[in-house]
C-alpha cells in the first residue's frame, strides 16, 4: 500500500509564510507527478501547484509569484512553499500523486488526508 503523509498546515498571520511537506511512503517504486490541491469552504476543490517529474512546475494564478512547488525524488516528496498568505488562501491543503507501486507497473493518483491552512489576524 501507499500512503501520503502531509505535515506543515496551521495558523498564520497575513503576509506569513507556511511550508507544507507531503511525503509518499509504503510501497512505492517510483511517483510522476505531484501536486497540491486546496478546497475552501463553499468552493471546489482546486489545483494549486503541480510538478511532473522531470518537468516544469505550473501554478494557478492566484498563488504566482507567493508560492513555489518542489520536489525531492530520493525522498518522495513534495513541498509547497507558501510566503506572502492571504485571507483567501485559507482551506484544506490536499497533496496528491500519480505512485507507481513496487508490485504494479501501473499508477494510480493517492490522496493526502489534508491539512488546514488558516490565514487570519
Known amino acids: 500500500q501507499v500512503q501520503l503523509m502531509e505535515s506543515g498546515g496551521g495558523l498564520v498571520q497575513p503576509g506569513g509564510s507556511l511550508r507544507l511537506s507531503c511525503a509518499a511512503s509504503?510501497?512505492?517504486?517510483?511517483?510522476?507527478?505531484m501536486g497540491w490541491y486546496r478546497q475552501a469552504p463553499g468552493k471546489k476543490r482546486e489545483l494549486v501547484a503541480t510538478?511532473?517529474?522531470?518537468?516544469?512546475?505550473d501554478y494557478t494564478d492566484s498563488v504566482k509569484g507567493r508560492f513555489t512547488i518542489s520536489r525531492d525524488n530520493a525522498k518522495n516528496t513534495v513541498y509547497l512553499q507558501m510566503n506572502s498568505l492571504k485571507p483567501e488562501d485559507t482551506a484544506v491543503y490536499y497533496c496528491?500523486?500519480?505512485?507507481?507501486?513496487?508490485?504494479?507497473?501501473?499508477?494510480?493518483?493517492?490522496w493526502g488526508q489534508g491539512t488546514q491552512v488558516t490565514v487570519s489576524s
Open positions: 510538478i511532473p517529474s522531470g518537468g516544469s512546475a
Open positions: 509504503g510501497s512505492v517504486r517510483s511517483i510522476n507527478a
Open positions: 496528491n500523486a500519480d505512485v507507481t507501486s513496487s508490485y504494479s507497473k501501473n499508477s494510480y493518483r493517492y
